[in-house]
C-alpha cells in the first residue's frame, strides 16, 4: 500500500541564466510553486503520515527561508528550475525520512504552465 501526503507552498524570487542565450540570461524573478510529496507504507494509528505543520516547519526552514526574496544564483549557480529542483530534495530529503514515510516527489513551478518535477525511484 502506498499512500501520499502533499504540502504546497509559494515564494518570490529572482535569478538569471547562466550560458545562455536568450531573455532568461537577463536578470528576473518568478513567483515560485512548490509542491513536496510523502509516500507511506502504512497508515500510522494516529491516522497522520506526518502533521501537516511539521512538514510545513521543515520545508519553511530548509527551502523557503533560503529562496524567498533572494538572488537564487547565489544558491544554485545555474538555477533553472531542474537545479532548483534538485537542491530542494538535497536539503530536505533526510529530514523527510522514517521508516514509515520518505520524500517522494518535489514538483517546482516557475511558472502557471512550466515546472520540473523530481522523484524518487521506488
Keep these: 500500500m502506498s499512500l501520499f501526503l502533499s504540502k504546497d507552498f509559494k515564494f518570490d524570487a529572482a535569478h538569471s541564466l547562466v550560458n545562455y542565450h536568450g531573455q532568461c540570461e537577463n ?5 515560485y510553486k512548490l509542491r513536496v510529496t510523502l509516500s507511506a507504507r502504512t497508515l500510522p494509528e494516529n491516522g497522520m503520515i506526518l502533521d501537516f505543520v511539521e512538514l510545513s516547519r521543515i520545508v519553511k526552514e530548509n527551502v523557503i527561508t533560503k529562496l524567498d526574496h533572494h538572488f537564487l544564483n547565489d544558491v544554485v549557480p545555474q538555477s533553472t528550475a531542474e537545479n532548483i529542483v534538485i537542491w530542494i530534495r538535497d536539503q530536505i ?3 523527510l525520512k522514517t521508516e514509515n514515510y520518505f520524500l517522494y516527489e518535489v ?3 516557475e511558472t502557471e504552465t512550466s515546472f520540473a518535477t523530481w522523484r524518487a525511484d521506488e
Design 27 to 31: 536578470l528576473h524573478g518568478h513567483t
Design 107 to 109: 514538483i517546482l513551478w
Design 93 to 95: 530529503s533526510a529530514k
